[in-house]
Every structure is written in structure tokens, then in C-alpha cells.
């Protein structure tokens, strides 16, 4: 595909989620949060879902988490803006609620489908949401975030062969924090090495 492919698909996929109305998220969120970022970026981060900021603003990880993400994509060597930064669920679950099971199979083909434009060669999953789904997509078992957080695994996602790097979710940190170390540590540690390898 050509640069202008992506970009003409890209458009395409973002115009449906806007549209969309496969889940009961439809009839509460204000805005779908599809993703930003460069579509040629090495790097994608997937989240669980928008929270309120998100869904207001229509962009994701605008609020607390967001910034700590920031800070966190810096000590891996990263800037925010050479990064796709998208959701594995594109619409604000109520409240801030878990996704359930089945919004989050509706959504899914979403994120299948900007894996397959952008063709990250690494995939940092921040939460357990994004973490048990990537793997699994990828082949590998969850099991838990204590036991796989600062783990990068091999894999290929919707025919692209990548890196998937788990770890907390920063929104996680902000009311625990002694998870914001662990964070720091997996950031600073294992996922920047393999962004050090990837850019090489
Ligand atoms: N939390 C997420 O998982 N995603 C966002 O976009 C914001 C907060």
C-alpha cells in the first residue's frame, strides 16, 4: 500500500468509528476517541478506553493519565507525538466502568484494522484490558498484570509481526502509586531497549 492508501483507508476507518453504532456506547459517549498519531509511527500505545477528558475532547489520554504517559513514553526514549496512541475500546464506557466483554469484541476489529494500516513494529499495552487482548490475539496466554507487567513478547497481530510490551496503566499509578515505580521501571527499563532496538 501506498503512503496515500493509508491515508485514504485511514480516513475511511476513522469516519466509521465516528459513525459507529455496533455497542450500547454509541447512545452515552459525547465523542468516539479513535486514535491520533502518525500513521507511519513504530509505536503504538493501546489503552483501555477514552475516560471523560477523551470523550469531551475527542482525543485520547488528554487528562491525568495522559500526561503521566507523556512523562512515562520520555524515559523510553520517546515523544508523544512519534507515537500512535489509540484505545482497544473507542467510546467512553458510563462512568468510567470497565469495557464488558462484548463492546470490547465489537470494537476490536477497530484496532485490527489501524495495526494492519500502521504496522507498528512495537505495541506497548498499558492496562490489563489491552494486555490480555493483545496477547491472545498474538498467541500468548494472560495471566496476570503482576506476572507479565515489563514482559515483551513476539507475536503477529492482523499479519503484522511485532513487539507487545505490557505494562500498568498509568491511570492505575495515579490512585496507587507505588505502581507509578513499577511503571517507571518497565518504561525506563525493557520498553526502552526495545525502542532503542527498533530504532537502531
Ligand atoms: N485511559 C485510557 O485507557 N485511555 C484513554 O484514552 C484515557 C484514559
Given at each position: 500500500m501506498t503512503g496515500q492508501d493509508v491515508e485514504r483507508e485511514y480516513r475511511k476507518l476513522v469516519d466509521e468509528i465516528k459513525t459507529c453504532?455496533?455497542?450500547?456506547l454509541h447512545r452515552t459517549r459525547r465523542n468516539p476517541v479513535p486514535g491520533e498519531g502518525p500513521?507511519?509511527?513504530k509505536v503504538m500505545v493501546v489503552g483501555e478506553a477514552p475516560g471523560r477528558n477523551e470523550d469531551l475532547?475527542?482525543?485520547?489520554?488528554?487528562g491525568a493519565a495522559g500526561q503521566l504517559l507523556n512523562k512515562l513514553l520520555e524515559l523510553a526514549g520517546?515523544?508523544?507525538?512519534?507515537v500512535y496512541i489509540t484505545n482497544v475500546v473507542k467510546c467512553r464506557p458510563p462512568g468510567n466502568r470497565d469495557p464488558r466483554e462484548d463492546e470490547v469484541e465489537a470494537c476490536l476489529p477497530y484496532l485490527l484494522r489501524q495495526i494492519q494500516l500502521i504496522r507498528p513494529r512495537l505495541v506497548i499495552a498499558v492496562g490489563r484490558h489491552a494486555a490480555r487482548r493483545l496477547l491472545e490475539l498474538a498467541g500468548h496466554p494472560w495471566h496476570s498484570m503482576g506476572s507479565q507487567h515489563g514482559k515483551v513478547y513476539r507475536g503477529r497481530i492482523a499479519g503484522v509481526d511485532l513487539a507487545i510490551a505490557v505494562t500498568y496503566h498509568p491511570a492505575a499509578a495515579l490512585y496507587k502509586p507505588p505502581l507509578r515505580k513499577k511503571l517507571e521501571e518497565d518504561f525506563r527499563g525493557p520498553i526502552a531497549r526495545i525502542v532503542a532496538e527498533i530504532k537502531s
Open positions: 453504532t455496533r455497542c450500547r500513521l507511519d509511527a475532547q475527542g482525543r485520547p489520554f488528554v520517546l515523544e508523544r507525538k512519534e
